[in-house]
């Protein structure tokens, strides 16, 4: 019996049973995975403090054989992000953190940055930082990483490449930019300035370093913030709950 020990993200947990509990959780080398603790509802002693929805943790866990059911051994808690829990802005966007990346990274879809980008993003939260910034980063990466990228390179409607100089248009039923000869900006298609769009790059490339360095004032932030959100809108949108919450 193959045995595994995982740094894993508690996305989902439900009671099984009369004394199991189902838990779904995000690893960083074995994507998302569902498994059993049992018994863990009548004594916690294996997984002390460590089964609650968006705690980092270090998961010991087999295969059970059929269907891809796994049984979850024990766990320890690696780290509870208290601060997500303190109040419903940052819990709202926790939530909404973890569901996206159910929808953008299901089961059997392995992508170790999606882990380390949940991990730095709800460390984030947690630690009280800009919410806002905080979802552009998170969004603009995660989208990035599950092959929903906004392409920056070019004007998709006259093919003219982009080269950082001036504005342009972001057209969210196309997922892509335009100059601003092709198209003009309104509420359903909202401008980008040439700082906003390096922002974006920036933030799609996962340039988490970088961008405390990026001269991303309050506007361009708010261009990226509301581009993303269309985004994610017209790709996924439908699918997720949490959003009428953020
Ligand atoms: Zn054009």
Known sequence: ??????????????????????????????????????????????????????TLVLMDYHLKG?????LLDGCRLVDAFPGIREGFAPLSLASYVLELLEVLFPANVVEPRAFDLAKATLGFISRGADLEKVRVLFEGRA???????????????????????????????????????????????????????SGLRAVQGGAWE???HLDLGPEDLKQIAHALKLHVAYRIGKRLKSTRYL
Do not use: W
């Not at 009548?42 to 460590?50: A, E, I, L, T």
């Not at 059929?66 to 796994?70: A, Q, T, V």
């Not at 490449?161 to 969210?172: H, I, N, Q, R, W």
């Open 210 to 212: 970088s961008l405390r």
């Open 1 to 54: 019996m193959e045995h595994f020990r995982s740094d894993a993200i508690i996305m989902r947990v439900r009671d099984h049973r009369e004394s199991d509990l189902i838990v779904s959780f995000m690893t960083r080398d074995r994507g998302l995975i569902r498994g059993i603790a049992k018994g863990a509802r009548k004594s916690r002693k294996r997984f002390v403090n460590c089964l609650e929805p968006l």
């Open 66 to 70: 059929e269907r891809g059911l796994y």
């Open 143 to 197: 989208m990035a990483l599950g092959g929903y990228a906004i392409d920056l390179s070019k004007c998709c409607l006259c093919n003219r490449k982009y080269t950082g100089k001036g504005g342009g248009v972001f057209l969210p039923q196309k997922g892509k930019l335009s100059c601003l000869n092709c198209s003009a900006p309104d509420e359903r298609q909202p401008p980008l300035t040439a700082q906003a769009i």
